[in-house]
């Protein structure tokens, strides 16, 4: 166990060292979601309808999600990062097991994710919004899942790209439709019948539905239609296992 | 010892094409020894590197230490680019590096032996980043040797150092060798610091062409050489050939080399105010000039044209 544990701990700690260290980083992480919850619920306030919820209020977990999306795929690019500054080669040359690599790429992703979505959860007190802390914490485990499961994603195209600026671009062309049609930004709802299927055809839609009921518990507001809690825990556990399984094959083939 | 046996290698391109990088290479490399493995680019070097680290799997053949396969866990390696964490210090590179070998590491608890060969004592905290390439190199070295590897297995570590940082970084390397009793492997093209190795291993498409102390290599040149530039080679070849014993090699189209004699002895032959010759000097005997002789073409041009493709 120790084989696995001691290489995945160091690199884990090592990935949060960059971050922490990376002021602009942590500037930047705070500070774009707060700015786009903002812009956006004073926008679109008069223009969506929430299902009755004000609109700052319905987007707030919907940017929560924004966070720890962007802040556990992008953790990934410190993969391309490793393997061109040679860093990488003395891991795969050490004995450090390859699954130590994967899993500590998963850990260092969703503790960013987590530390800037909690960060993030300091406002909560401007939403007008009262949470049950069983929501709190429950939000809190799905975040955790959320981002373990999307670092796997950034971890499977990072693992195969060599620059960071192609991973930039593949991702953003990824993650902006993927978060738009998850049910974050407005309600599925009576949308257009095509765009409905690619909503149910996103895996995000079943995460992201997940959290808004575990984070609207108790609150008030209500999360109608959707899917069902046990689809969205299937999909989410399905989503994760085979990006988990998929990035433990890619390593130990390389 | 570090017993290379008959290894074979081919990579296998997409569209069916294949390059064959080792023919049955066998050599062996003695414990308290730098090894010097060199060849043109394209020569097999690299291949070999690759798969005593274990980034590549063995096709044909088997590699042993002491009888027994090289795991990870038993071997150093430096690469030819840095594998150091930049953002962190020296420290921090060593303790992570160390985990990774299930080790945990304090400060005190780092050989200091090692610091101080090294001279990395005092420069722990400073970050990798803020260091010359020369440092670098040290704290490179310091993680290949912190785990207490048998086998340091070294790829181009020269690379992008000046020649008094090159000087110092083989210096440390022999005397950690000699002094832990490792195997070293060192993959190089610096023939000046090969010649200074316990043995060379000389490789040529794919196979090994000598395998030697390096004083044995050159043994056949003598203790000097002289080497004439200028033009009309073959002739003047031809006349030392008649009036002497001397034996000359073309080592360029413009430079013959003569081997085992001196330039007062050349001069009695050759006259130097001759308008077909630019230059004459006087030298010891390279590795180059071993290669040419074995090969018939120059190793460092070799390097040199790959470089420049």
Redesign the interface.
Same mark, same amino acid.
């Given at each position: 166990m &120790? /084989?696995i544990l001691? =290489?995945t701990? *160091?690199?884990w700690? +090592?990935d949060l060292?960059?971050f922490i +260290?990376q002021r602009s980083r942590v500037i930047g992480a705070v500070g774009q979601p707060f700015v786009i919850w903002i812009f956006l619920s004073a926008g679109f306030k008069n223009s969506v309808n929430a299902g009755g919820a004000d609109y700052g209020a319905y987007l707030f977990p919907g940017i929560i999600m924004l966070i720890a999306l962007f802040a556990a795929i992008f953790s990934t690019i410190s993969v391309i990062e490793d393997r061109k *500054?040679?860093?990488?080669?003395?891991?795969? &040359? *050490? =004995? /450090?097991p390859r699954a130590s690599i994967v899993w500590s790429k998963m850990l260092a992703g969703t503790t960013i994710a987590l530390l800037q979505s909690v960060v993030f959860m300091v406002l909560l007190p401007f939403t007008g919004l009262s949470l049950s802390w069983e929501g709190i914490g429950l939000s809190i485990l799905i975040l955790a899942g959320t981002g373990m499961t999307l670092t796997g994603l950034g971890f499977l195209i990072s693992w195969s790209m060599s620059s960071t600026q192609g991973f930039h671009a593949i991702m953003n062309l990824l993650l902006i439709p993927m978060w738009i049609l998850s049910g974050a930004f407005f309600p599925p709802e009576g949308t257009a019948s095509w765009l409905g299927v690619i909503i149910h055809l996103n895996p995000l839609y079943y995460i992201t539905t997940l959290f808004q009921k575990a984070f609207f518990a108790g609150s008030g507001v209500s999360v109608a239609g959707g899917p069902s809690v046990a689809v969205s825990i299937a999909v989410f556990a399905a989503l994760f296992l085979l990006l988990f399984i998929t990035s433990l094959r890619l390593v130990r083939k390389s | 010892m570090l017993t290379i046996d008959n290894i074979s290698h081919t990579y296998h391109r997409r569209k069916g094409a294949a390059t064959r990088a080792l023919d049955g290479v066998s050599f062996d490399a003695a414990h308290g020894e730098v090894t010097a493995v060199i060849g043109p680019n394209g020569s097999g070097k690299s291949t070999l590197f690759r798969l005593v680290t274990g980034a590549l799997h063995l096709q044909q053949g088997g590699i042993q230490l002491d009888g027994q396969h090289p795991g990870s866990a038993r071997l150093g390696v430096v690469f030819q680019s840095p594998a150091l964490d930049r953002q962190l210090t020296v420290f921090e590179n060593l303790y992570h590096h160390a985990l990774l070998y299930g080790r945990r590491l304090k400060k005190a608890q780092l050989p200091a032996e090692l610091l101080d060969v090294l001279e990395l004592n005092g420069r722990l905290d400073s970050k990798v980043d803020e260091l010359s390439g020369g440092f670098q190199r040290r704290v490179e070295l310091a993680k290949a040797l912190l785990t207490e590897p048998e086998l340091l297995v070294l790829d181009e570590p020269f690379t992008g150092l000046d020649i008094n940082a090159r000087d110092a970084f083989f210096s440390v390397l022999q005397h950690v060798t000699a002094a832990r009793g490792l195997t070293t492997l060192l993959v190089t093209h610096e023939l000046s610091v090969a010649t200074r190795c316990d043995r060379v291993v000389l490789f040529e498409e794919g196979t090994v062409i000598a395998n030697e102390r390096p004083g044995a290599l050159l043994s056949d040149f003598g203790r000097m050489v002289v080497v004439i530039r200028g033009e009309d080679l073959d002739t003047l070849a031809a006349r030392i050939a008649a009036s002497s014993d001397i034996v000359s090699l073309r080592i360029a189209d413009d430079a013959l080399l003569l081997k085992n004699t001196t330039l007062q002895d050349v001069l009695m032959i050759v006259d130097e105010r001759d308008s077909r010759i630019h230059d004459i000097e006087a030298r010891r005997p390279t590795l180059e000039d071993y290669f040419i002789a074995r090969t018939g073409h120059a190793l460092q041009d070799a390097v040199g044209e790959l470089e420049a493709a």
């Open positions: &120790t /084989a001691l =290489p701990y *160091s690199l700690i +090592r060292k960059h +260290r *500054s040679g860093f990488l080669q003395g891991v795969l &040359t *050490s =004995p /450090a | -």
